[in-house]
């Protein structure tokens, strides 16, 4: 198993700016995801964090609103750009080695104003 | 994209009574996955299905794994207010690791 850790756990911000969540791992883990999730609802993948290279976005989720780093194998941030009212919900992380299982972080509750 | 169908989307109980939340697919899983998401947390796995036809139990918890593989279902005997949460099936889609989620089901269990 892995323990994954996001800071920070929540924010309040203007329209316009922008917010770097960061996602911890205390072990080295093959895969990294970035998901968006409404109170009560289902996830939404945004994409696939890749080590050392750009990441996989999925459908409607691109890398100049929500850019990715992924530097090593423990450690990636999500950045929610020019943000507006739309871009308030959670946004987790997870993490897995196998297709099997994933580990996932507590959130970050994201309110735009 | 291969699609998770679950329901019900919403069930509010007794405290003791029994449910069964349904997770299905007209696609083929490798592996299907149950997670448990209390309000404020991120999502915690509780089993994994691999095998079609497999059962695991966890205490009070069932999972079943469709022979065919296209679907399981997680059964709750004698609900506590502990079992309150939003229960999500996933697995992996088209062979890959990328996930794919059903749209959950919220339980209430009422004391």
């Known amino acids: 198993s892995a323990v994954i850790s996001q800071k920070p756990s929540r924010d309040i911000c203007q329209r316009g700016t922008s917010l770097t969540i960061q996602c911890q791992v205390d072990s080295q883990v093959t895969m990294m995801f970035w998901y968006r999730q409404q109170p009560g609802q289902s996830l939404t993948l945004i994409a696939t964090a890749n080590q050392g290279s750009e990441a996989t976005y999925e459908s409607g989720f691109v890398i100049d609103k929500f850019p990715i780093s992924r530097p090593n194998l423990t450690f990636s941030t999500l950045t929610v750009s020019n943000m507006s009212p739309e871009d308030s919900s959670i946004y987790l992380c997870?993490?897995?080695?196998?297709?099997?299982?994933?580990?996932f972080g507590p959130g970050t509750r994201l309110t735009v104003t | 994209t291969q699609l998770l169908e679950q329901s019900p989307q919403f069930l509010s109980i007794q405290e003791g009574e029994n449910l069964t939340v349904y997770c299905n697919s007209s696609s083929v899983f490798s592996s299907l996955q149950w997670y448990r998401q209390e309000p404020g947390e991120g999502p915690v796995l509780l089993v994994t299905?691999?095998?079609?036809?497999e059962v695991k139990k966890l205490k009070r918890l069932t999972f079943q794994f469709g022979d065919a593989r296209k679907d399981s279902s997680l059964h709750i005997t004698a609900a506590q207010p502990g079992d309150t949460g939003l229960y999500l099936c996933a697995g992996p889609s088209g062979g890959s690791y990328i996930p794919t989620f059903g749209r959950g089901t919220s339980l209430i269990v009422h004391p």
């Open positions: 299905v691999v095998t079609g036809g």
């Open positions: 997870s993490g897995a080695s196998t297709a099997n299982e994933q580990y």
